[in-house]
């Protein structure tokens, strides 16, 4: 498969509940013309067809996956365990502990097998897909000449901010 049309990155979320904030790693991914692909499974609800996918994408080549679960969030290191590619974990803000929850099942994973864990919420999901291309970007010196953009533009906004 060509590296025009292979899949970078996957983007995977426990349910379309979590969509609202994971379109911030789609948008961003989008904005870096990072191929990718976003899907909602659950490593709860549908584990069967979650380890299908791991699979198929695996063999296809995919770099980067990016897992989004809130509460019991097991999602990321169900990931985690099926692949040796870096996995990025973002914890959903929950409506019973505000993502607390999602953060420390997510983040306490066993020595062996990683997972990245960023921010909960959106700053995790922006976060997460900027990870995944600086780790892709490491081979592939046109994205990192984007990524020094990115940050040069994000430095010059904030320099030229007024307060009133
Ligand atoms: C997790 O449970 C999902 O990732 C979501 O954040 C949370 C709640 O899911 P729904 O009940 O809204 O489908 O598996």
Partial sequence: MSESNKILVAVVMGSKSDWDVMRAADETLSKFGVNH???VLSAHRTP???????????RQGCEVYIA??????????VVA???????????????SLK????????????????????AIGKAGATNAALLAVAILANSRP???E?????????AEKILKETLS
């Fill in 37 to 39: 692909v976003c899907r």
């Fill in 48 to 58: 069967k067809q979650l380890e299908q996918f791991l699979s198929e994408l695996d």
């Fill in 68 to 77: 989004a679960a809130g509460g019991a969030a097991h999602l990321a290191g």
């Fill in 81 to 95: 365990a099926q692949t040796v590619a870096p996995v990025l974990g973002v914890p959903m803000e929950s409506q």
């Fill in 99 to 118: 993502g607390l929850d999602s953060l420390l099942a997510m983040v306490q994973m066993p020595g062996g097998i990683p997972v990245g864990t960023l």
């Fill in 142 to 144: 046109a994205l990192k």
């Fill in 146 to 154: 984007k990524l020094v953009a990115f940050r040069a533009e994000q």
